[in-house]
C-alpha cells in the first residue's frame, strides 16, 4: 500500500518570507498523481496545487511551487511571499494513475502558522 | 455552483449508537468519497461511490458503510458507535473517477462519548 510521510507536525513563517513544506511518499508505482491541499480552520479543504509524475517540470500555482523528486519520492511545497491567509493545515496526498476511482493515500498533515 | 454540502455538521452520540451522515455533492459531480480525519492520523480513505455503486473501500470494519442515491447524494452510516470513531468525516465529489480533484464538504464533525 503507499504511504504518505509529512514529517513536520507543525511550521511557522515571518509573513512576507519563503516555508518548504517535506513530503515524502513510498509506491511501487510509476504513474500517479500527488497534491498539496489546504484545510483552513473550520473551513473546508481545497486544492493548492498537483503534479502529474510523468511531468518532469515542477508544477507552480502562483506563490505556491513544488519541488518533485520522482527518484528520492520527495515532494515538497514552497510557499512564497507568505500571506496571513496561508495559515492552514497542509496535507501530502498520493493517487495512483493506474487504478480508476479517487482513493486518496494522504499525509498526517502539517499546521502552518503565519507570524505578522 | 453550490459546493459539497454535508449534513449534520456536528453531532454527539454515545457509545452503541448509530449515526448517519448526509453528503450532496456538486452539481453535476457523480463519485462521492468519504474519509475520516483524526489528529495524528490525517485523513483515511473510508470509501468510494460511483452511479450508486460502492467501487472502493478502505480498511475500515463493517460498521461502516454508505450507499449513494440517483442524484448522486451519498449517506454514511456507522453502527454501534465506539469511542475511536469520534472524528471529522469529509465527503469528497468529483465530476468522474479519473478527474484526479476532489472537492471536500465542510465535514461532519462526531463525538462519541
Known amino acids: 500500500a503507499q504511504t504518505v510521510t509529512q514529517s513536520q507536525p507543525e511550521m511557522s513563517v515571518q509573513e512576507a518570507e519563503t516555508v518548504t513544506l517535506s513530503c515524502t511518499y513510498d509506491?511501487?508505482?510509476?504513474?500517479?498523481?500527488l497534491f498539496w491541499y489546504k484545510q483552513p480552520p473550520s473551513r473546508q479543504m481545497i486544492l493548492v496545487i498537483r503534479q502529474e509524475a510523468y511531468k518532469q517540470q515542477n508544477a507552480t500555482e502562483n506563490r505556491f511551487s513544488v519541488n518533485f523528486q520522482k527518484a528520492a519520492k520527495s515532494f515538497s511545497l514552497k510557499i512564497s511571499d507568505s500571506q496571513l491567509g496561508d495559515a492552514a493545515m497542509y496535507f501530502c496526498a498520493y493517487r495512483s494513475a493506474r487504478r480508476a476511482g479517487n482513493q486518496f493515500y494522504f499525509g498526517t498533515g502539517t499546521s502552518l502558522t503565519v507570524i505578522p | 455552483k453550490a459546493g459539497v454540502t454535508q449534513t449534520p455538521r456536528y453531532l454527539i452520540k454515545t457509545r452503541g449508537q448509530q449515526v448517519t451522515l448526509s453528503c450532496s455533492p456538486i452539481s453535476g459531480h457523480r463519485s462521492v468519497s468519504w474519509y475520516q480525519q483524526t489528529p495524528g492520523q490525517g485523513l483515511q480513505f473510508l470509501f468510494e461511490?460511483?452511479?450508486?455503486?460502492?467501487?472502493n473501500k478502505g480498511n475500515f470494519p463493517g460498521r461502516f458503510s454508505g450507499r449513494q442515491f440517483s442524484n448522486s447524494r451519498s449517506e454514511m452510516n456507522v453502527s454501534t458507535l465506539e469511542l475511536g470513531d469520534s472524528a471529522l468525516y469529509l465527503c469528497?465529489?468529483?465530476?468522474?473517477?479519473?478527474?484526479?480533484?476532489?472537492?471536500f464538504g465542510e465535514g461532519s464533525r462526531l463525538t462519541v462519548l
Open positions: 509506491t511501487s508505482e510509476s504513474d500517479y498523481y
Open positions: 469528497a465529489s468529483s465530476p468522474s473517477r479519473d478527474s484526479g480533484e476532489l472537492f
Open positions: 461511490y460511483f452511479s450508486e455503486t460502492q467501487r
